[in-house]
Nanobody, 124 residues
Framework: QLQLVESGGGLVQPGGSLRLSCAAS????????IGWFRQAPGKEREGVSC????????NYVDFVKGRFTISRDNAKNTVYLQMNSLKPEDTADYYC?????????????????WGQGTQVTVSS
């Protein structure tokens, strides 16, 4: 059974860093594009970053460009989201999601498989 488990969330001060992990089990991540999404209290879920199945293409939304970096280690069946220069407005539950993809692109659309999320709180 396909399963995604996020970890690495927590409480961090503004300007700090966290690295989120998305570990897959029950399937081989090699053929899946992965997206990171977040949902803040009272707001809709939004895409943050995604990475193609090959890792050759990444996308970021404007408000995280230059601060967040997505990467993948297919040997470990894990995708990471390195978050630097965190701001209070980055506070949210962060989710990873997977969709089968053989291409070299990624988007924030049509992800059928989701993890349970990890909470990130940026506060002094």
């Amino acid at each position: 059974q396909l399963q995604l488990v996020e970890s690495g969330g927590g409480l961090v001060q503004p300007g700090g860093s966290l690295r989120l992990s998305c570990a897959a089990s029950g399937f081989n991540l090699d053929y899946y594009a992965i997206g990171w999404f977040r949902q803040a209290p009272g707001k809709e879920r939004e895409g943050v970053s995604c990475i193609s199945s090959s890792g050759s293409r990444t996308n970021y939304v404007d408000f995280v460009k230059g601060r967040f970096t997505i990467s993948r280690d297919n040997a470990k069946n894990t995708v990471y989201l390195q978050m630097n220069s965190l701001k209070p407005e980055d506070t949210a539950d962060y989710y990873c999601a997977a969709k089968k993809s053989y291409g070299t692109s990624c988007s924030f659309l049509n992800y059928p498989s989701w993890g349970q999320g990890t909470q990130v709180t940026v506060s002094s």
